[in-house]
């Protein structure tokens, strides 16, 4: 394993009411809980194939009994708790990079599409480029890699709107950066994003 390479999985904690609210809003709390635990799990298969290691941060607490409690070097760290997301993933990329990682990588538990391939061809992007980005359909990032912090990527940013993904484009090139542009992939934020997800794989989520 490349220990120069860092994984961190932004997670919330699976709690009924507490997330996944706007896909809750039309399917109920209960489905939109089981769809997001069964999210997690995807995302831990998925990651767990990635040659490099991993960071959990959690939205509220640290789990120290999670389907990541076996998996080891798997490192846990509580969310920055300031409500900017921004905050929270330059805390977490400049936590990374004072450990000595050089290439990092940063990913969320929403995006069903998301594979180890995708995540592999960011580190291997990192190889040769500056930075990597994987842009969802609603205009946000799937994913957000680079080999040293640059904090202008998370500054000045309208957080979960549809300006985010081409605002950060907009840095990479203001700061002369050479950068990587994966495929467009879904996050999976209300009801109608889970037609992207084939009907029996969405209902074993849902369950």
């Given at each position: 394993m490349n220990k120069k390479r860092l994984l961190i999985i932004f997670v919330k904690n699976p709690e009924l009411g507490k997330c996944k609210t706007r896909l809750a809003a039309t399917i109920g709390?209960?489905?939109?809980?089981?769809?997001?635990?069964?999210?997690l799990i995807r995302t831990k298969e998925v990651s767990e194939k990635v040659e490099a290691d991993k960071a959990i941060y959690y939205s509220s607490f640290i789990d120290d009994n999670d389907l990541w409690s076996n998996e080891p070097p798997v490192y846990k760290f509580?969310?920055?708790?300031?409500?900017?997301?921004?905050i929270k993933m330059q805390s977490a990329f400049k936590e990374a990079f004072s450990n000595n990682y050089e290439s990092v990588c940063?990913?969320?538990?929403?995006?069903?599409?998301?594979?180890?391939?995708?995540?592999d061809q960011a580190f291997k992007s990192l190889g040769s480029k500056d930075a990597v980005l994987g842009p969802s359909n609603?205009?946000?990032?799937?994913?957000?890699?680079?080999?040293?912090?640059?904090?202008?990527?998370?500054e000045n940013k309208e957080?979960?709107?549809?300006?985010?993904?081409?605002?950060?484009?907009?840095?990479f090139k203001n700061l002369n950066l050479e950068f990587e542009l994966l495929k467009e992939l879904t996050d999976i934020d209300?009801?109608?994003?889970?037609?992207?997800?084939?009907?029996?794989?969405?209902?074993?989520l849902l369950t």
């Open positions: 709390d209960q489905k939109a809980l089981n769809f997001y635990k069964n999210m509580l969310q920055n708790q300031n409500p900017d997301l921004g940063v990913i969320g538990s929403d995006c069903y599409a998301l594979d180890e391939k995708v995540i609603d205009g946000g990032y799937y994913l957000l890699g680079m080999n040293q912090l640059h904090t202008e990527l998370f957080w979960s709107t549809d300006t985010v993904a081409s605002d950060t484009m907009q840095d209300n009801e109608e994003d889970l037609k992207s997800i084939p009907e029996a794989e969405k209902q074993q």
